[in-house]
Each structure stands twice: as C-alpha cells, then as structure tokens.
C-alpha cells in the first residue's frame, strides 16, 4: 500500500481478554516502530525492528506486551490479560533505513480500550 | 541513552502571531539526527523536517523555520504568521546511537485562535 496501515482502528476489549493489533509497513522499510499515546500525552516507545537484527524491546511496559514482525514485513503486537491502563492509541511506523537517516511514516494508530 | 525534552506543553497565540516551540536533546553520540513531528486533531503524525548532527544550517520552508543549535543542544520551530490550521501537537524527535531508535518528546500543542 501507499502508507503505513494498522488494523483494526478500533478495539474495544474485555479487561483480562488478549488483544492482537497488527501494523502494515509501507513496503521496503527495513525499520518498524510500535509507540503508544496515552489521551494526550507524548508517544511512548516500545519496541523497534531494524531489519534481520533482533529487535530493541527496551519500551515494552512488561511481559504482557510482545511483539514480532514476520518475514521483516507485517508486525504483531500483541497484549496478554489487558488491563484498563493499556487503553491507549497505538502507532505504528516504518522507516526507509534505520538509522535515522529516513523520516518514519506513521500510521493512523488502533484506538484500544480495556473495559 | 537518549533525550528530548520539551518543555512547552501548551501554547495559545492569536493568529498571525508568530510562535517558537523549543527541543532540548542529550545525545553522547556525535552522529544524530533530529526530527520534527506534526499531529494534528485527525490524529496522524505527519513528518516536517529531519536535520543530521552535521548541518547546523538553519533551515527555512514557508512560513516555518527550524533552528539548530549544537552549542546549546536545541533544535526550535518557529512558525510565522501563525494559522489556525497550525493547531496541532508538534513532536521534536531524536535518533542516536547504534541502534538509532528514534525517541520523541512529550510533545508541544499549539493552538492558534482565530
């Protein structure tokens, strides 16, 4: 496609249920980037995939969250047993390298809530 | 480590006011790159500029300015003549290191009355 583009763009969930968003890079970006925005807050990173490199999961708020990204194309994030504190927006973004040599392109983001 | 700091949080001017949104980094690298971010009400980000650690030359595209200073570890926006169209959040970003994740700041919402 022409963009970054996740699915779904909305999520309405069960605390405790498993939650899987998915993120479409734009094609050939070897760089891809999950961040979460709290309602008005700043982007929180999570976690960062530059390639064959094994991924920087630096940001992941804990062992519920995991992410992984098939064939250095489509990613998964997914969030186990969710609590409301994951309610967020979920952006997604993939840049051409990853060195910060190229401008990352986001996507629309998934609006989750935790009931 | 990495860090991007600003310090606005919010901004109101009256349009056709002119407005600087300031970017604070910390980098121990030499090499870096810094970004800045446009999120407006819709809600996608949408890139505005990239600047690499070595070309401190200001930069100038209509009506906004970006100011790279290394001396003082900052990299402002100004816009001119502000709109109302430029209500938005503006995120300074930041890449360094082998990695080169790139980090943001909080963020800057700026809001432009008519």
């Given at each position: 496609g022409a963009?970054?583009?996740?699915?779904?763009?909305n999520k309405v969930t069960e605390k405790g249920k498993d939650v899987e968003l998915r993120c479409d890079p734009i094609s050939g970006h070897t760089a891809l980037y999950w961040y979460r925005q709290s309602l008005g807050q700043g982007l929180e990173f999570l976690i960062y995939?530059?390639?064959?490199?094994?991924?920087d999961k630096s940001g992941l708020p804990s062992d519920r969250f995991s992410a992984e990204r098939t064939g250095g194309s489509v990613s998964t994030l997914t969030i186990q047993r969710t609590q409301q504190e994951d309610s967020a927006v979920?952006?997604?973004?993939?840049?051409?390298?990853g060195q910060g040599r190229t401008e990352a392109f986001f996507g629309q983001g998934t609006r989750l809530t935790v009931v | 480590a990495q860090k991007v700091t600003q310090a606005q949080t919010e901004i109101s001017v009256v349009e056709k006011e002119d407005v600087t949104l300031d970017?604070?980094?910390?980098?121990r690298d030499t090499t870096y790159y810094l970004f800045w971010y446009?999120?407006?009400?819709?809600?996608?980000?949408?890139?505005?500029i990239r600047r690499n650690s070595f070309d401190e030359q200001n930069e100038i595209s209509g009506r906004y300015?970006?100011?790279?200073?290394?001396?003082t570890s900052s990299f402002n926006f100004t816009i001119t003549a502000s709109q109302v169209v430029d209500s938005a959040v503006y995120f300074c970003a930041l890449s360094s290191g082998g990695y080169q994740k790139v980090t943001?700041?909080?963020?800057?919402?700026?809001?432009?009355i008519p």
């Amino acid at each position: 496609g022409a963009g970054v583009s996740q699915s779904p763009s909305n999520k309405v969930t069960e605390k405790g249920k498993d939650v899987e968003l998915r993120c479409d890079p734009i094609s050939g970006h070897t760089a891809l980037y999950w961040y979460r925005q709290s309602l008005g807050q700043g982007l929180e990173f999570l976690i960062y995939f530059q390639g064959n490199s094994a991924p920087d999961k630096s940001g992941l708020p804990s062992d519920r969250f995991s992410a992984e990204r098939t064939g250095g194309s489509v990613s998964t994030l997914t969030i186990q047993r969710t609590q409301q504190e994951d309610s967020a927006v979920y952006l997604c973004a993939s840049s051409l390298g990853g060195q910060g040599r190229t401008e990352a392109f986001f996507g629309q983001g998934t609006r989750l809530t935790v009931v | 480590a990495q860090k991007v700091t600003q310090a606005q949080t919010e901004i109101s001017v009256v349009e056709k006011e002119d407005v600087t949104l300031d970017c604070v980094y910390e980098t121990r690298d030499t090499t870096y790159y810094l970004f800045w971010y446009k999120q407006p009400p819709s809600g996608e980000l949408v890139f505005l500029i990239r600047r690499n650690s070595f070309d401190e030359q200001n930069e100038i595209s209509g009506r906004y300015s970006w100011n790279f200073q290394k001396s003082t570890s900052s990299f402002n926006f100004t816009i001119t003549a502000s709109q109302v169209v430029d209500s938005a959040v503006y995120f300074c970003a930041l890449s360094s290191g082998g990695y080169q994740k790139v980090t943001f700041g909080t963020g800057t919402k700026l809001q432009v009355i008519p």
